[in-house]
């Protein structure tokens, strides 16, 4: 069996004292206690596990709050971000524009592999990068207002992860830098709905149980 377990470290302290043999695997996300098949997998938002990390060590150095979060989600047409301290959703914004044709490809896409665009196109091309840039200019203002996030998560098409970061104005953080890190759960189209919905993802972690 199996449980959905918040961010908590009293969570991960319990599970080691229950299951005392219970060590991190060598892919850092989990606790996996050999003898019974236990397992905790932590959540997305926490430091990853040192292997063979014990779990009442882990829960030693684990932050005592959350700090701060920014979460993008971009896909052909619509984006939605948020910006949490804590657990305080403190700005939030949602935005869809008209960029994807009538048989549902997105017009980069389609740009790479057709030939010359018409009128239709160059609009949703125009419409495109004017998402990138509203996306990342709010990201620049936030950023100026409420101070850069520890911890900075996009669920963004990898072939469009060029043109975020190529865009004008560009993110106000580097691509290659540690805090930016891909959402690791599928995001459907982005809206404030699905920006809670892969925030609470994020915060939360898996117990699994051995069969009594």
């Known amino acids: 069996e199996f449980r959905r377990v918040l961010f908590r470290s ?4 319990d599970f080691g004292a229950r299951f005392p043999a219970a060590r991190a695997c060598t892919r850092g996300r989990s606790f996996v206690d050999a003898a019974t098949g236990a397992r905790l997998l932590i959540p997305f938002v926490l430091p990853p596990l040192q292997p063979g990390e014990a779990p009442p060590d882990y829960a030693a150095r684990m932050p005592e709050h959350l700090g701060r979060i920014c979460l993008l989600l971009l896909q052909a047409g619509a984006s939605a971000m948020g910006y949490w301290d804590g657990a305080e959703l403190v700005r ?12 549902g490809k997105a017009q980069p896409t389609h740009r790479k592999t057709r030939g010359k665009s018409r009128y239709g ?8 990068k004017r998402l990138l840039a509203g996306a990342n200019r709010r990201l ?7 101070g850069e996030p520890e911890q900075f998560f996009v669920s963004v098409p ?9 865009a004008d104005p560009a993110p106000p953080i580097a691509r290659d830098d ?3 890190r891909r959402v ?3 995001a459907h189209i982005p809206d404030f709905r699905e920006l809670q919905r892969v925030h609470r993802l994020l915060l939360r972690g898996r117990l699994e149980l051995p069969k009594s």
């Open 178 to 180: 540690a805090r930016v």
């Open 10 to 13: 009293e969570q991960i302290a």
């Open 184 to 186: 690791p759960v599928h």
């Open 158 to 166: 990898i072939r469009s992860m060029s043109d975020l970061f190529a």
């Open 92 to 103: 939030h914004k949602a935005e869809k524009r008209y960029v994807v044709r009538g048989n």
């Open 121 to 128: 196109s160059r609009l949703r091309l125009l419409n495109w």
């Open 140 to 146: 620049g203002l936030w950023w100026s207002e409420l």
